[in-house]
């Protein structure tokens, strides 16, 4: 479990490519002297395990469906990402959670800087709108982020970015037609599915 409060901007150092695979070498940052082989991380909000660590890297198995559900695929070398260690349960717990399992794949519609906020627009899939409520909770590439606004016509959720967001995390860089990974609150999901089982429907 994470809570989407992002602890370390890395770097994908390379990219090794398979018909069913592919392994990620990342440069862990500022996060590395914590990161032990075994350890799940969430990269850019997506949980991977950590099969090999040096000094400044360790890599990660990503499996083909991961590939072609979340925005990994469209990493390359040089890309930002945004890393977080699981969650240890003795401490503090901001944010919200986040469990690492991708829901669906949004994409940029506009980043607007301002003078304190900047203005973050993002088209999500139909399917999830019904998931995200105003001020409620989204993880949006593994950071942790309240809603701003809704507009259900165009499936555009409005965000708003403070300064910390935007230097400790890769949103800053993102443009517009960017894909991100989306992970909505795991508690509308507990409660669809509790509203389904009792009224003997199934899931969609």
């Avoid at 660590?53 to 070398?77: C, E, I, K, R, Y």
């Avoid at 503090?92 to 829901?103: C, F, L, N, S, W």
Wanted: net charge negative; proline share 2%; with cysteine.
């Amino acid at each position: 479990m994470f809570t989407g409060l992002v602890e370390a901007l890395g770097k994908v150092i390379k990219i090794e490519r398979s018909e069913s695979s592919a392994i990620f070498t990342i440069d862990g940052g500022s996060l590395i002297s914590q990161v032990k082989l075994g350890d799940s991380v969430a990269v850019n909000g997506v949980c991977l395990t950590a099969t090999s660590v040096t000094p400044t890297t360790f890599t990660a198995d990503v499996m083909v469906q991961t590939l072609s559900l979340t925005s990994l695929s469209q990493l390359g070398v040089e890309s930002p990402v945004n890393l977080e260690l699981a969650t240890v349960v003795d401490g503090r717990m901001g944010g919200h959670i986040v469990q690492g399992h991708v829901d669906g794949v949004a994409k940029v519609v506009s980043l607007t800087p301002g003078d304190k906020w900047a203005r973050f627009d993002i088209e999500i899939p139909d399917h999830l709108g019904k998931y995200i409520v105003n001020q409620g909770s989204i993880a949006v590439d593994g950071v942790s982020l309240t809603v701003g606004e809704i507009d259900d016509a165009k499936n555009v959720v409005t965000l708003w970015l403070i300064p910390e967001t935007l230097e400790r995390t890769n949103l800053s860089a993102k443009k517009s037609g960017d894909l991100v990974n989306i992970e909505v609150d795991i508690l509308a999901k507990y409660v669809e599915r509790i509203m389904l089982k009792s009224k003997g429907g199934a899931d969609e």
